[in-house]
């Protein structure tokens, strides 16, 4: 993989290491739930739960990568714009711009 000047250069890379409609579903799946830990913790007030959210959310979306795209997650060679990546990918399945 090269360097990426800006995140907009990055991103069409991502979306093609995300092909695979169930590594995409992990993605979703493990992003709800770190949203869902977020609304714990600052519901409960027990910091605390921000533990699992890294778990959560790496954790379903590895399995997707190693599982189901068998690819090596871009997270470990461009961590910010891989994060930013999941956010927008997220973002655009709510919008029904990517398909689950």
């Not at 409609?21 to 493990?30: D, L």
């Not at 770190?34 to 959560?56: C, D, K, R, S």
């Not at 590895?62 to 690819?71: C, M, P, S």
Request: aromatic content about 20%.
């Amino acid at each position: 993989m090269s360097g990426y000047a800006s995140f907009r250069e990055f991103y069409p890379f991502y979306l093609n290491e995300h092909s695979d409609r169930q590594c995409r579903r992990m993605h979703f799946v493990g992003s709800t739930l770190v949203l869902v830990v977020i609304a714990t913790a600052l519901v409960t007030g027990h910091a605390w739960w921000l533990l699992a959210a890294p778990v959560v959310g790496y954790g379903f979306a590895w399995i997707g990568h190693y599982v189901f795209e068998k690819n090596r997650p871009a997270t470990f060679t461009h961590p910010l714009y891989s994060l930013m990546g999941d956010w927008v990918m997220y973002w655009q399945i709510l919008q029904g711009k990517i398909r689950l």
